[in-house]
């Protein structure tokens, strides 16, 4: 798959805590931590930070199409070439365009998450992000909605435990409300239901049930796309595994 396939969305989807008005000194800042090329960064249309661990699925799925290019950095977050080539099934050494932030830089700068982030760029300058995952037809609009809560946090639970909770959608405008995709940002979540239209003025309930096998703080997100003006909107699952 090829990178330019990933759309640009011009709404902010992700918290990135202290970037999220400062996304050129972020991005000057990690590019000159780690060492990319000044020529590379004005070609280069598009960033994937990778974090080293986290969502296997998601991870493995970014590492296995990384590919040689003059258009698309890759950053990963891991220790060494070796943790890498390991991690990846390939040699760091065989791409120009692969390089290593060992000193946590993007975590410092919240520009990775458990699931890689595609960061689109213009001569160097912030464009826009999102999350790993294929362009999405344009919908037009048509209504509103509103929800219960943005943010539902679990607390601390045994991570061998199956978590299930819920978002309540309401078509707030005149015009039937159509959910046109439910993207996860983690193989960890699953939707439990499938909701396609809400009528004006009715609600629908999103059920998930989230399931990991790892232990520590975690946060999961969801986008939701439709025919309502602010979509996507971004929905956060967030507790600590023990």
């Known amino acids: 798959m090829n990178i330019n396939q990933y759309s640009i969305i011009a709404l902010v989807m992700l918290i990135l805590s202290s970037c999220i008005s400062n996304n050129d000194k972020c991005l000057q800042k990690l590019f000159d931590e780690v060492g990319v090329d000044k020529s590379q ?13 986290g969502c296997k699925g998601c991870i ?3 590492l296995s199409e990384i590919h040689d290019s003059t258009d698309t950095i890759y950053i990963i977050a891991c220790k060494s070439k070796k943790t890498f080539n390991l991690i990846s ?3 760091i050494n065989d791409y120009s365009n692969i390089y290593l932030d060992t ?19 213009n001569k160097g300058r912030y464009v826009s992000h999102c999350f790993y995952r294929e362009e999405l037809p344009n919908e037009k609009k048509g209504t509103t909605i509103s929800l219960n809560t943005n943010e539902i ?13 819920k978002f309540i959608i309401s078509n707030t405008g005149s015009n039937i409300l159509k ?11 699953k939707i439990e239901n499938e909701i396609t239209e809400i009528a004006p003025g009715d609600t629908g309930c999103l059920n998930f049930i989230f399931h990991s096998n790892d232990i520590g703080i975690f946060q999961r997100e969801i986008l939701l796309y439709g025919n309502f ?5 971004l929905l956060i699952i967030k507790g600590e595994c023990f």
């Open 41 to 53: 960064v004005h070609d280069a249309t598009h960033l994937v930070t990778i974090l080293g661990s």
């Open 153 to 165: 946090a679990f607390g601390k639970f045994c991570h061998k435990k199956e978590q299930r909770g």
């Open 89 to 91: 099934n390939k040699n």
């Open 103 to 121: 000193k946590s830089i993007l975590m410092e700068l919240g520009m990775v998450r458990n699931t890689p982030i595609v960061y689109t760029l």
């Open 229 to 233: 003006d602010s979509s996507p909107k």
């Open 60 to 62: 493995n799925k970014a």
């Open 179 to 189: 959910i046109s995709n439910i993207d996860i940002s983690c193989e960890c979540l």
